[in-house]
């Protein structure tokens, strides 16, 4: 019998649920964001970054006094992470899949100029510190599987069989299998401006550099909210690449139970791998000529309940990733978050 490559979970997920229940004694409670991002939602398209669902479990705060918090004194003592009065250090861990098609989804053989079919699909692990409600640092590790192993053809077809749309008939060329792996850092600086009666305004501006057989890239970027209760939060979540808030939140950070706020923000990456494009990295495969300089604009809203519950709803409009390339990319991400 063949050997079954498994999917990154069937290894991670139970190291993950013993990695984040041991600081589970601190008093605040944890968090399960599930964040879809798809470009049909809204704008009906069905190619290159076509679809992606992460699953993310932010775990309660960290104790100083906790063998858990050594990672992060050891971050800190390297410069990494900041030094504060108050600190909130919180473990993530993160499961999710993405897919990539050409905008021909109709032909056997795609275009060899158009981008090629692949899954990723992925488990990770961060640390997130936030420093005086005013500097996020953010440490995370993505290992798993791009190409069939990665079950994107599957996910696919199999929900638009559901739902009565044609099928993605190409991905018998899609990427071969191979490992993969991401480790980024970041860090994020928040400016509040208060306006009275509970209402605020604030600039997120962040840089961060990405490096792997995945992707490589370093990136700079800048969100602006406004609302209410905006020290709880970051943003919302979104799938790498993307300007993200993380799923970091801290409810001992509001101020009454309810809190929302309007976001628009941009980010520019400057990218050295992005196999989705490249393709395999010891294996022949489908490949395109990437553009090196990619921006994002972003923007929606998200609304929250305490710890309870957050939803957030936002768009992505992102520039031309490969040459020839038919026109920007577009897409609509939803998230749902419950504390417990």
Do not use: C
């Not at 599987?145 to 696919?156: D, E, H, N, S």
């Amino acid at each position: 019998m063949p050997h079954q490559i498994r999917a990154p979970w069937h290894y991670l997920l139970p190291l993950a649920i013993v990695f984040v229940a041991a600081p589970a004694t601190a008093d605040d409670a944890g968090r399960v964001t599930l964040t879809e991002e798809n470009d049909s939602i809204v704008f009906g398209d069905d190619r290159y970054y076509t679809q992606g669902f992460e699953f993310a479990y932010l775990g309660p705060d960290v104790h100083d006094d906790s063998l858990w918090a050594a990672p992060f004194d050891g971050l800190t003592s390297m410069g990494l992470f900041d030094t504060g009065s108050e600190v909130s250090r919180r473990y993530q861990v993160i499961l999710g899949q993405s897919i990539f098609t050409p905008d021909d989804t109709g032909t056997d053989d795609p275009d060899v100029d158009d981008r090629p079919y692949a899954g990723w699909t992925y488990g990770g692990l961060s640390l997130i510190q936030d420093t005086d409600r005013r500097r996020l640092d953010h440490l995370e590790i993505l290992a798993g599987i791009v190409g069939p192993a990665a079950q994107g053809r599957p996910t696919q077809n199999d929900w638009h069989q559901f739902i009565g749309v044609d099928e993605a008939n190409g991905w018998d060329r899609q990427l071969h299998n191979e490992p993969g792996i991401m480790l980024t850092y970041e860090r994020k600086y928040r400016f509040i401006q208060p306006l009275g009666a509970g209402f605020a305004v604030d600039a997120i501006p962040e840089a961060g550099i990405t490096i792997g057989n995945v992707m490589t890239y370093g990136e700079i970027g800048s969100m602006l909210r406004f609302g209410r209760n905006l020290e709880a939060d970051y943003g919302p979540n979104r799938i790498r690449p993307s300007l993200s808030g993380t799923s970091y939140f801290n409810a001992d950070y509001l101020e009454d139970p309810f809190g929302f706020y309007f976001y628009i923000g941009a980010q520019g990456r400057a990218v050295a791998q992005n196999i989705f494009l490249d393709g395999n990295t010891w294996r022949d495969s489908r490949s395109v000529d990437k553009e090196h300089f990619v921006g994002d604009l972003v923007g929606g809203v998200s609304l929250f309940w305490s710890n309870n519950v957050k939803l957030d709803a936002g768009f992505t409009y992102r520039t031309e990733e490969f040459e020839g390339q038919d026109g920007d990319t577009q897409f609509a991400n939803v998230n749902l978050t419950i504390g417990f």
